[in-house]
């Protein structure tokens, strides 16, 4: 009987859990500031359901830009509709506190509904030499592959 991952996150109370001896994450949050840069790359998918990532800024004056595209909170990006290669820059941010992005998987399930850390969901996060970082994700099916969407992203920061 396999363990459901969704049952480690509830016994750790936390947004990070251990798994086969590996830590793995709903969320990875980062540190922005304005002017600050978020390049993404899909390298592949393999799931019968859609998948996508997540960016979400988590400070309610912010705005974000992907393609002449601005938004106040964040985007989804589809592996069947977005590029495999796109840059998220961050437009605005107040100064006085500290402002934080997360990145997470997310999937259509079977019958058309949005899914996004819950569940199975799951990634293993790699740091790779040049500083970005590899996500190896893992969707709300009852298995533990890690490659229902696997990408890159690296963060360039203004300061």
Not at 5 to 10: A, E, G, K, R, V
Not at 64 to 84: Q, T
């Amino acid at each position: 009987m396999a363990i459901h991952i969704s049952d480690l996150f509830l016994k750790s109370k936390s947004t990070e859990a251990v798994y086969k001896g590996k830590k793995i994450y709903k969320f990875d949050y980062f540190d922005i500031s304005q002017g600050d840069s978020f390049i993404f790359n899909i390298e592949s998918t393999n799931s019968e359901w859609k998948q996508a990532i997540g960016f979400l800024v988590l400070e309610k004056s912010a705005s974000v830009s992907c393609s002449g595209h601005k938004n106040n909170k964040g985007f989804n990006f589809w592996e069947h509709n977005a590029p495999r290669n796109f840059t998220v820059n961050i437009v605005k941010t107040k100064k006085r506190i500290r402002p934080k992005a997360a990145i997470y998987n997310m999937w259509e399930g079977p019958s058309g509904e949005y899914n996004y850390p819950d569940l199975s969901a799951a990634m293993k996060i790699e740091k790779l030499k040049d500083g970005s970082k590899r996500y190896y994700c893992n969707d709300g099916q009852d298995n533990d592959d890690f490659d229902d969407i696997i990408f890159t992203v690296k963060h360039i920061k203004t300061k």
